[in-house]
């Protein structure tokens, strides 16, 4: 995709691990098949279909940080953080 990414050069960040570096891939690769190029139809529309919740519910991009019993993954808040910044360079 043409995301624009950090800076090569950057200080670099020591936040993450490589079970972060995964579900970082794993997002990545949803914006680029599943948002991006749908872009205009969701601007268009002024919503995401549902479809698009679902498929993020079964990868498991949703209330990540919700605890199990609730339904959600109960994963630290730095997946959070990945979803926000892959989505900004989406």
Not at 4 to 23: D, S
Not at 51 to 61: E, F, M
Request: aromatic residues 10%.
């Amino acid at each position: 995709s043409g995301a624009i990414r950090p800076i090569p050069n950057m200080l670099p960040r020591h936040l993450f691990n490589e079970e972060h570096e995964a579900f970082r891939e794993t997002v990545r690769k949803f914006y680029e098949k599943e948002v991006v190029p749908n872009i205009e139809k969701y601007e268009k529309q002024q919503h995401v279909d549902r479809d698009l919740w679902n498929k993020a519910g079964a990868l498991g991009l949703l209330c990540t940080t919700i605890p199990e019993q609730y339904g959600g993954s109960g994963v630290d808040r730095l997946y959070s953080m990945i979803l926000i910044e892959e989505q900004a360079y989406a």
